[in-house]
């Protein structure tokens, strides 16, 4: 026969401390921040492709696949 032995409630571990018990309060903003930057990064290369000829290009071939496939082109 077995027997069931309780178990002690599991321990929820605090989301503000680290492994060493540091806060880690601050690295929401953070995160925030590097996000920000790659997100301006991306905005500033694709406005570099887009104004230039490589977009011209792009753009026009785009706007004429997409008519073709309406039958409007």
Request: hydrophobic share 40%.
């Amino acid at each position: 026969m077995t027997s069931i032995i309780p178990l002690a409630p599991a321990r929820r571990p605090s989301r503000l401390r680290g492994a060493r018990g540091r806060s880690e309060q601050g690295i929401t903003t953070a995160e925030y921040a590097v996000g920000t930057a790659a997100g301006a990064g991306l905005a500033g290369l694709l406005y570099k492709l887009l104004t230039g000829g490589f977009g011209d290009k792009l753009l026009k071939t785009l706007f004429d696949h997409v008519l073709g496939l309406l039958g409007i082109g």
